[in-house]
């Protein structure tokens, strides 16, 4: 049987103990002192080698705790190609480090331009010939044009044992104003999508029981993660609004079948631990204590309600 995404993040989340994923959303004015300090928030070049120490920095502190990590392209493209270029080298060094990356990258065409993002971004092909560079695991996708624009995502994660996480039920807070508009047959359209999404992800098992098709359910919608993951009993759920967006563990209990199948997202409260008084307090400057410390307490909260 060929090495499924699906199976390899199962394994990782068993192999850690651990069904976190960090979040790599780099924010310059938010790192620690020690990286910002006699750097003009307009010299770019600067600016990058403070995010790749930073980032890359995280990623030693979080790789021997967790199975995961989700890198947001958004906060590498700002910077235009040099940005572009520091995504593709820091999940390079996420990957050497034995961690998985998902890529949030929220893509989401037609026809042919559906195919090159899914090459661009899950084809490994296209990092060939540049050295230190690689694609992710997975990546998010969205399939708000229809289930035709998901077809050459599937067709690439398939040829390339990647894995797809598909946006069924988000965390934002204006989310609801489209994703819970009742369609005539009383289900939701987030409810409708999943079942559509459950058709495709069926395409992907492994041994595991789970598919290499996952999908984005907010870890702040507890009113709709449990009558979603009953219309998605094979796909791991990547729940993404633990800590800043204010979910808690016990919201996403729902989610979990005989404690697995998902994996709780956490970005900023990793990240800027240091500015949480109660890190602070403990660790001063240690900012990478501080991380480390922020990963084990998740996890913490998050065996009280698996166990």
């Not at 039920?169 to 047959?185: A, I, M, W, Y």
Request: aromatic share 8%; net charge negative.
């Amino acid at each position: 049987m060929p090495d499924l995404f699906g199976d390899r993040l199962i394994d990782a989340i068993a192999s850690r103990q651990a069904p976190i994923c960090v979040g790599i959303d780099p924010i310059f004015d938010q790192f620690p002192s020690e990286l910002t300090e006699d750097i003009d928030p307009g010299d770019t070049d600067a600016v990058l080698d403070s995010i790749f120490e930073f980032t890359t920095r995280v990623l030693e502190t979080v790789a021997p705790l967790v199975p995961v990590v989700k890198f947001q392209s958004a906060y590498f493209e700002k910077y235009l190609w040099e940005g572009v270029e520091a995504y593709y080298s820091l999940i390079a060094e996420a990957k050497a480090m034995g961690l998985l990356v998902i890529g949030d990258i929220k893509r989401g065409d037609i026809g042919t331009t559906a195919a090159a993002y899914a090459e661009g971004h899950l084809d490994d092909v296209a990092t060939d010939d540049i050295e230190d560079a690689a694609t992710p695991d997975a990546i998010t996708v969205n399939p708000m044009m229809g289930a035709d624009t998901l077809e050459p995502f599937v067709k690439v994660a398939r040829a390339t044992d990647k894995g797809l996480f598909v946006l069924v039920r988000t965390s934002n807070p204006g989310s609801g104003e489209f994703q819970d508009v009742k369609l005539e047959d009383g289900r939701t359209w987030s409810e409708m999508l999943a079942e559509r999404v459950n058709q495709i992800a069926e395409g992907l098992v492994g041994s595991s029981g789970y598919s290499s098709i996952g999908t984005v359910v907010g870890a702040t919608q507890t009113a709709t993660m449990e009558s979603l993951r009953r219309r998605l009993p094979k796909s791991i759920f990547l729940l993404p609004g633990y800590g800043a967006q204010g979910a808690t563990a016990e919201m996403t209990r729902s989610a979990f079948q005989n404690k697995t199948g998902a994996v709780v997202s956490a970005s900023r409260s990793i990240l800027y631990a240091h500015k949480d008084k109660k890190y602070a307090a403990h660790f001063g400057d240690d900012w990478e204590a501080a991380v480390k410390q922020a990963v084990l307490d998740m996890k913490a909260d998050l065996d009280k309600v698996l166990s």
